[in-house]
T-cell receptor
Framework: GAVVSQHPSRVICKSGTSVKIECRSL??????MFWYRQFPKQSLMLMAT?????????EQGVEKDKFLINHASLTLSTLTVTSAHPEDSSFYIC????????????FGNGTRLTVT | RKEVEQDPGPFNVPEGATVAFNCTYS??????FFWYRQDCRKEPKLLMS???SGNEDGRFTAQLNRASQYISLLIRDSKLSDSATYLC????????????FGKGTLLTVNP
């Protein structure tokens, strides 16, 4: 069964509004979660590393003030896309590892964001 | 140079065929390697980890050549349900590791 749950799976919003995406680890604690974005026919690109109880670490070129990450508990990380624009339309996926280190990641089911 | 490069594909094969996917990576310090499959408009799902000694899981065989920085995935007796995009994934290492994904190779298995 799923080990990482993501919600919502699909959202359509108007340009200028904000959207919050939730990522939950199921039956395990995740001190670190990862947020990825995937554009059509492109590879997954890491946006940021979400750390429980501390600030997220953003990849180069990702605006931290636009993509707000909060990891307030060991089982929940949220990504808020603020002032969304059509170019933010993408597939956003979170992930976590059961064991950390070099263990493989498990992904949430993803959120398809469409900004009109 | 791209960090993880895969066959561009797409691959179209008949049921029962054997298919091979190739992947190269640029960072010689890479520590762990995986193959994921991604169905259309879905999240990636782990197919198998890749070990230096090579490993097999049913019809799937993964190989790693560290000297050549090359990873492969072989699917034997392909099924219709194998149709998906196959992603080569590399971990640069460290406890707060970051995975780098290839663009993926689309496989379509035809009846």
């Amino acid at each position: 069964g799923a080990v990482v749950s993501q919600h919502p799976s699909r959202v359509i919003c108007k340009s200028g509004t904000s959207v919050k995406i939730e990522c939950r680890s199921l039956d395990f604690q995740a001190t670190t979660m990862f947020w990825y974005r995937q554009f059509p026919k492109q590879s997954l690109m890491l946006m940021a590393t979400s750390n429980e109880g501390s600030k997220a670490t953003y990849e180069q070129g990702v605006e931290k003030d636009k993509f707000l990450i909060n990891h307030a508990s060991l089982t929940l990380s949220t990504l808020t896309v603020t002032s969304a624009h059509p170019e933010d339309s993408s597939f956003y996926i979170c992930s976590a590892s059961l064991a950390g280190g070099s263990s493989p990641l498990h992904f949430g089911n993803g959120t398809r964001l469409t900004v009109t | 140079r791209k960090e993880v490069e895969q066959d561009p594909g797409p691959f179209n094969v008949p049921e029962g065929a054997t298919v091979a996917f190739n992947c190269t990576y640029s960072n010689s310090a890479s520590q762990s390697f995986f193959w994921y499959r991604q169905d259309c408009r879905k999240e990636p799902k782990l197919l198998m980890s890749v070990y230096s000694s090579g490993n097999e899981d049913g019809r799937f065989t993964a190989q790693l050549n560290r000297a050549s920085q090359y990873i492969s995935l072989l699917i034997r007796d392909s099924k219709l349900s194998d149709s998906a995009t196959y992603l080569c994934v590399v971990n640069w290492g460290g406890s707060n590791y970051k995975l780098t994904f290839g663009k993926g190779t689309l496989l379509t298995v035809n009846p």
